[in-house]
């Protein structure tokens, strides 16, 4: 299991951090998984053996956000 931090760019309101949140609850291979409205971050736990960094941006880039770094 990885633990990360991500920071996202455009995360421009709080219902639309909460259906990001829920997305990526759904992915396969995503343990836990909480996006900040407030500081604009992903705390994300995840199998890497079953999630990939495309599936990450791709699903971010859904919701028109982007990742702009990783703490």
Do not use: W
């Amino acid at each position: 299991m990885k633990k990360e931090t991500i920071v996202l760019d455009n995360l421009n309101c709080p219902s639309c951090a909460a259906q990001l949140e829920q997305a990526f609850k759904n992915l396969a291979g995503v343990k836990s998984a909480s996006v900040t409205f407030a500081t604009g971050t992903l705390d994300l736990e995840y199998d890497e053996g079953r999630l990939t960094e495309d599936q990450i941006h791709k699903t971010a880039e859904s919701f028109g956000v982007t990742i702009a770094s990783r703490l």
